[in-house]
């Protein structure tokens, strides 16, 4: 099936330890994203790369690390966890310009740092 | 600074009713406008992708609206069912080029009762 998927979808963890989330896609897309969900559905913008390249990287701890092995691939690396990163976090897509702008959605990661 | 706001935050309705749910943005130079569907623990899904150019889009029993102008867009879902709840999500982008980013609105938690 085409679409982006995320693993794990669920992740429980306590704090100070370092985890990962990873992301493809697989509908031949150049951007890729992360955003995070926070406890009241709020959705903010992380991460964004095109082409492997970081092009957005918006006011984020320097605990999290973005990765982008090739352009079908976006991993999630976060270190020394805090309570406060427990979240849900969704990776997404979009097609290269010119495009219609849509960008489509993983299923999320729910993390949880206890 | 865009800054989209969604009005009512929750909604419940008998099953049946034709209802809206309103989107604002504060600044009009948009892109498009992206409504998504969230179900509990679920990820996003696309609804509807209107262009900066367009006044509005139809899927089924959805269909929303775009008013740059005034910096708003309204979702109507005609004869709701309860299959129709969940949280809804309005998003703008600025434009469609790799460094933009999705700024969502804050959602409308929507009901239907049986």
């Known amino acids: 099936d085409t679409a982006v998927s995320q693993t794990p979808k669920y992740l429980v963890t306590q704090m100070g330890n370092d985890k990962s989330i990873k992301c493809e896609q697989n509908?031949?897309?150049?951007?890729m994203y992360w955003y995070k969900q926070d406890s009241k559905k709020f959705l903010k913008i992380m991460f964004s790369?095109?082409?492997?390249?970081?092009?957005i990287n918006e006011t984020v701890p320097n605990r999290f690390s973005p990765k982008s092995p090739d352009k079908a691939h976006l991993n999630l690396h976060i270190n020394s966890l805090e309570l406060g990163d427990s979240a849900v976090y969704f990776c997404?897509?979009?097609?290269?310009?010119?495009?219609?702008?849509?960008?489509?959605f993983g299923e999320g990661s729910r993390l949880t740092v206890l | 600074k865009q800054e989209v706001t969604q009005i009512p935050a929750a909604l419940s309705v008998p099953e049946g009713e034709n209802l809206v749910l309103n989107c604002s943005f504060t600044?009009?130079?948009?892109?498009?406008l992206q409504w998504f569907r969230q179900d509990p623990g679920k990820g996003l899904t696309s609804l509807l992708l209107?262009?900066?150019?367009?006044r509005e889009q139809t899927s089924g029993r959805l269909n929303a609206s775009l008013d740059k102008s005034s910096g708003r867009s309204t979702l109507y879902i005609a004869a709701s069912q309860p299959g129709d709840s969940a949280t809804y999500l309005c998003?703008?982008?600025?434009?469609?080029?790799?460094?933009?980013?999705?700024?969502f609105g804050t959602g409308t938690l929507l009901a239907v009762q049986p």
């Open positions: 997404a897509s979009s097609p290269p310009p010119p495009n219609t702008g849509e960008l489509f």
């Open positions: 509908l031949g897309h150049d951007t």
């Open positions: 790369y095109n082409n492997k390249e970081l092009i």
């Open positions: 600044d009009s130079a948009i892109y498009n």
């Open positions: 209107i262009q900066s150019s367009q």
């Open positions: 998003a703008v982008r600025r434009d469609g080029g790799a460094t933009n980013k999705l700024i």
